[in-house]
């Protein structure tokens, strides 16, 4: 068994995936210095972390995975374990989903775990760096609610955050933003003493491997080479304006009612190949001018409340703080609705379009020019839904 279990909890959006690519690039170093960083070469999966095997040990336990995706991935912890058994020494292990586990769910992983020596990790960057990137990966994966609609979703489950721990629910999405009841969490569980908390300044990008380095406490690792990634295993974030269209055309597709498989594919070709080749990709999302206040007084209480739980914090708290330039412009796209929509349902249209120097049967064609104007009325609807929300919030 292992002598040692090193648990890197995430937060999401603060550089795990770029920590765990670089796990994996020097798990041959790791090995030498008597920590095991268990992947498996060719698996189906893109980023080297253990996420689905907690998946497989954690059914019901984390909201957004299903019955049946947790019960197919529990052949992968079952081979996660057997790892961590044969480990002759520290064993590190890293999944970001842990940060939304409920106090019940934090001891049922530490037992599974052995329980005896377990130090985790807990990586973060500044709250309003990570609510936008957030945003747009949630409009990457299919969501088309403004930024604005958002932010106020995650007020509301900030709100009803403490009372969802009292009540050990499942469900509570504020458990991925909130550091410091992170940190109580799993000090709870296994000591404060044993709970480290590593700030990402955001640049350069060895600080964050060096400060990750540093928190395992073990010698010799100074010197590993930081991470090497491409722009795919980056995960390369949207910028605003491209962030609006995704959302639009999310909009579409769900008013086409198109199958998952099809409309995960498009936004996949329309981000890699349409957008992120781009030179000038337009402005940076950054929190609306009526939310900055809000978000300030977030971070600073958790701030405070790492300063009075006492952990173990490698980099600085000031990393922590929101960084959104005061003199910041909100970028007006509301002039833009009818625009975007069509832009949206264009998208959409084509995709679907017969190829070049084909003739499509004369009943298709005739279906598509019935449906083409009730969807890009219903996209307008939908932004125009989305603008009204906007402008409550103001």
């Known amino acids: ?3 040692r279990v090193l648990l890197h909890v995430g937060l999401q959006k603060s550089g795990t995936t770029y920590l765990q690519h670089g796990l994996a690039e020097n798990v041959d170093a790791l090995a030498a210095a008597g920590v095991a960083y268990p992947v498996r070469r060719g698996d189906e999966f893109d980023v080297p972390n253990h996420q689905r095997a907690f998946y497989g040990l954690l059914p019901g336990e984390i909201a957004y995975v299903s019955d049946q995706h947790a019960a197919d991935a529990a052949p992968t912890w079952e081979w996660l374990r057997g790892e961590i058994e044969q480990a002759p020494g520290a064993v590190l292990l890293s999944a970001e989903g842990l940060a939304f586990l409920r106090p019940s ?7 599974a775990l052995g329980g005896d020596d377990v130090t985790v990790l807990v990586t973060a ?8 990137s957030a945003w747009q990966q949630n409009v990457r994966a299919s969501q088309s609610h403004s930024f ?29 933003y909130a550091l410091a009841d992170l940190v109580r969490r799993w000090g709870d569980v296994v000591g404060i003493d044993n709970v480290r908390v590593i700030t990402n300044a ?7 491997w060096d400060r990750f ?10 010197a590993l080479p930081q991470p090497k990634l491409t722009a795919a295993e980056a995960h390369v974030g949207l910028t605003w304006p491209e962030a609006e269209l995704m959302a639009s055309v999310n909009a579409v597709l769900r008013a086409q009612e198109w199958p998952l498989h099809r409309a995960n594919e498009l936004r996949r070709t329309i981000i890699r190949d349409g957008l992120v080749p781009r030179e000038d990709r337009g402005p940076k999302i950054v929190i609306p001018a009526q939310w900055r206040t809000a978000v300030e007084e977030w971070a600073a209480h958790d701030i405070a409340g790492l300063q009075e739980s006492g952990v173990r914090v490698i ?7 929101p960084r959104v330039p005061k ?6 796209y509301s002039v833009l609705d009818d625009l975007r929509a069509a832009a949206a349902a264009a998208v959409v249209a084509a995709a679907v379009a017969p190829a070049p120097g084909s003739k499509p049967a004369r009943a298709a064609a005739s279906v598509v020019e019935q449906r083409t104007p009730g969807v890009v009325e219903r996209a307008r609807l939908s932004l125009r839904r989305r603008v009204r929300g906007r402008r409550a919030h103001a």
């Open 125 to 132: 960057r500044d709250l309003a760096r990570t609510l936008s």
């Open 148 to 176: 604005e609609a958002f932010l106020a979703a995650r007020a509301d489950d900030r709100r009803a955050a403490a009372q969802r721990d009292a009540d050990d629910v499942v469900r509570a999405p504020w458990r991925a």
């Open 1 to 3: 068994m292992a002598s």
């Open 327 to 332: 003199d910041a412009e909100d970028v007006g």
């Open 105 to 111: 769910g934090v001891r049922r992983t530490v037992e």
């Open 213 to 222: 380095l540093s928190a395992l406490d073990v010698p010799g690792l100074a």
């Open 202 to 208: 955001g640049s350069p990008p060895r600080l964050l």
């Open 315 to 321: 980099g600085e708290l000031t990393d922590l703080e």
